[in-house]
């Protein structure tokens, strides 16, 4: 049994402007110690899915289908039973570690409270464990640095502190929203190496959200790619960065710039931008961008299914495909 | 010979701490800028990288009057702009401009499009016609991209990219000489990058600007950069023309910088960092290593790099690097 199943996910915000449709039917499932990765631009509904999970959506936000998790369906719970839940059996990292961590507060006063709270320990305890983690996410000196406040800590350090604040209660799952969007280069493949080791280590399940495929690539055993509130393209690591089909993931990955190719002319961009949810145009939401639309795009395209499990969201059938005839019509309904 | 447009000298920026109480007063100082030194040509561009608090910004902003340097000149077309008065310098400013890092965040949120476009030239044309202004505002917008019938509307009506083009037009608006882009992308989607990017390319050749292209991230200034500055601790590492700093650098730390770059293939982004021994942050600024800044970092340390500072030198073929083994090191890398 999977850990985590969500199917038929949607979350819309009531806004002065009409309604904002930011997911989608959203379905996928995770197994324990899977490491999935979630990719998309700003705006692709790929943060405010992970929210809508965790009942954390903005006051206007409204989210309708299941999350399954652990047996539990998620959307059912009450909040007292979802409290107990967050942050212990589901953390979640934030994308800005500067702005995620309370500046008043040293990291141990933060950090202590967590499992004080989750697990009942004591205080001189609950230290020992907090200690124990940062040390694991290989902060030096930690007996003493644990002591400080979040501006004594490089930016590096800070998500750090996040990590081992999202691993306190031994969480079955840890949603990373941008883990290393903010931090250097030098130190983005350290974090990332991290994680996937710490998962591997306790088996815990891992949802990574990123909207650079590079920093994943060594990470994610599966890759889901989302344009625009909806799945465009899934598959394994190595199906999507050696052989993706969706158009989308195509052009996105031919955007990286490359340090081992060759200096080309012109760096490869993505003509446009991505679409107003509140005007969403008919047909495939990526139409508009794409190098290879016809007339048939007018249309919403199928989702094609192999045995291999991928999926692409295109009217371009990948080899070997099947149409996700279920889904497809499930989709057309919803659309009316 | 041609003579360059921009030649900074020894420019250093050092900022003050007070810490400690009022018995105890402490007094530290932060070299944020430490000693650099460059030249820039009509329509050249150079790329300033380093990680996070290396003293890129700093640098941008001493080399505009921003911040005033503690030591050094920044000769501008002959003159020592360290030493105008306000209101020469403000003068100066129409042909020195600036593109900020975060494209939403340095656009006026209740001005349109067009007033923040043609705010500069109410400023230093206070007498130009409405009409011309109005016509060279739309001319700007069609220039980035942007479409002149979107003159009215507010910065949240556009998307992220879009907000940078119009921080590009605002800064080009007045027909500048020296363009300075702080991080101009890396607030931007992967996709929308490589299109920014490739916009300022184009406009440098068409207006023959001097570009001073900053970035955290080797990969994004390759494609845009003649040569390439990396910097460390305020101070310079390498100043390189890129053919060079790409195949074969000249400094560990460049290396290091190179092999930090992701690249979206599972399988060589495994490698790289397996090769990448660039581990650790950079050291407290208020306590620098003694000899070379880089070299408790550096697994190419000798005896002497603890205790010499290595100076910028001229290497046979025209490049710079500051470090004692340069000519002993074989640091190439192989492309595809």
């Known amino acids: 049994m999977p850990l985590l199943e969500v199917t038929g996910m949607e979350v819309e915000f009531e806004t002065p402007e009409g309604l904002v449709r930011a997911v989608n039917g959203f379905d996928f499932s995770l197994d324990k110690g899977e490491t999935l990765a979630i990719v998309g631009e700003s705006g692709s509904g790929k943060t405010q899915m992970m929210l809508a999970m965790l009942d954390l959506l903005a006051e206007n936000g409204r989210a309708r289908g299941r999350a399954v998790f652990d047996g539990e369906d998620l959307m059912q719970m009450t909040p007292k039973a979802m409290n107990s839940v967050r942050g212990s059996r589901i953390a979640m990292i934030f994308q800005d570690p500067m702005t995620s961590l309370n500046p008043y507060l040293t990291s141990e006063t933060q950090m202590t409270e967590v499992v004080m709270h989750h697990q009942g320990l004591k205080r001189d305890e609950a230290r020992a464990h907090a200690v124990e983690l940062l040390h694991a996410v290989r902060i030096p000196d930690a007996e003493e640095r644990i002591r400080q406040y979040p501006h004594e800590y490089s930016g590096g350090m800070q998500q750090r502190v996040m990590i081992a604040m999202g691993l306190l209660c031994e969480p079955d799952l840890l949603i990373a929203d941008e883990p290393t969007t903010a931090l250097d280069v030098t130190v983005q493949a350290q974090i990332m190496q991290l994680m996937r080791e710490l998962s591997e280590k306790t088996r815990m399940s891992l949802i990574m959200i990123t909207h650079d495929l590079a920093v994943v690539a060594e990470v994610a055993d599966r890759i889901m790619v989302m344009y625009a509130g909806e799945v465009v393209e899934t598959g394994t690591a190595d199906q999507i960065f050696y052989a993706p089909c969706h158009p989308y993931t195509q052009g996105l990955l031919a955007s990286v710039p490359r340090l081992d190719r060759l200096d080309t002319d012109d760096l490869h961009a993505i003509p446009g931008n991505p679409p107003n949810l509140l005007e969403l145009p008919d047909g495939c939401r990526f139409r508009e961008r794409c190098s290879q639309a016809s007339a048939a795009c007018l249309e919403r395209p199928p989702v094609w299914e192999t045995e291999d499990g991928r999926s692409s969201r295109c009217v371009l059938r990948p080899e070997g495909a099947v149409m996700r005839e279920k889904a497809a019509g499930a989709a057309a309904e919803e659309a009316e | ?336």
């Open chain 2, 1 to 336: 010979m041609k003579k360059p447009v921009l030649r900074v000298q020894d420019l250093t920026v050092t900022f003050n701490s007070v810490t400690g109480n009022v018995f105890h007063r402490q007094e530290r100082r932060n070299r944020a800028v430490d000693g650099i030194s460059f030249e820039l040509f009509a329509g050249e561009t150079l790329g300033v990288v380093g990680e996070s608090a290396s003293g890129k910004s700093t640098l941008a902003r001493a080399i505009l009057g921003l911040i005033k340097p503690n030591r050094g000149r920044v000769m501008w077309l002959g003159e020592n702009l360290t030493e105008l008065d306000e209101e020469s310098m403000r003068q100066r400013r129409k042909e020195l401009q600036i593109v900020f890092q975060d494209p939403v965040a340095s656009l006026d949120p209740r001005m349109t499009a067009g007033d923040i476009i043609a705010e500069p030239l109410w400023n230093f044309y206070p007498n130009m016609d409405r009409l011309q202004v109005d016509e060279r505002t739309r001319g700007m917008m069609k220039m980035v991209g942007l479409l002149p019938n979107q003159i009215n509307r507010y910065p949240h009506e556009f998307s992220s990219g879009q907000c940078q083009r119009i921080g590009i037009a605002r800064a080009l608006v007045l027909n500048p000489r020296l363009l300075i882009c702080d991080e101009p992308v890396s607030a931007l989607d992967v996709s929308i990058q490589a299109q920014v990017v490739n916009l300022l390319k184009d406009l440098q050749k068409k207006l023959g600007l001097a570009l001073i292209f900053i970035a955290h991230d080797l990969s994004v200034v390759r494609h845009i950069s003649d040569r390439v500055m990396v910097i460390y601790m305020g101070q310079a590492m390498e100043v390189s023309c890129k053919e060079s700093l790409y195949r074969k650098p000249l400094h560990p730390y460049t290396n290091a910088l190179i092999k930090s770059v992701p690249l979206p293939d599972p399988k060589l982004a495994a490698e790289a960092r397996r090769e990448n021994w660039l581990t650790g942050d950079m050291p407290s600024p208020f306590d620098r290593p003694r000899g070379c800044t880089f070299h408790d970092r550096c697994p190419y340390r000798v005896k002497r790099c603890e205790a010499d500072v290595p100076a910028l030198r001229k290497m046979e073929e025209g490049d710079w690097v500051a470090c004692h083994r340069a000519e002993d090191l074989d640091l190439s890398i192989e492309e595809e």
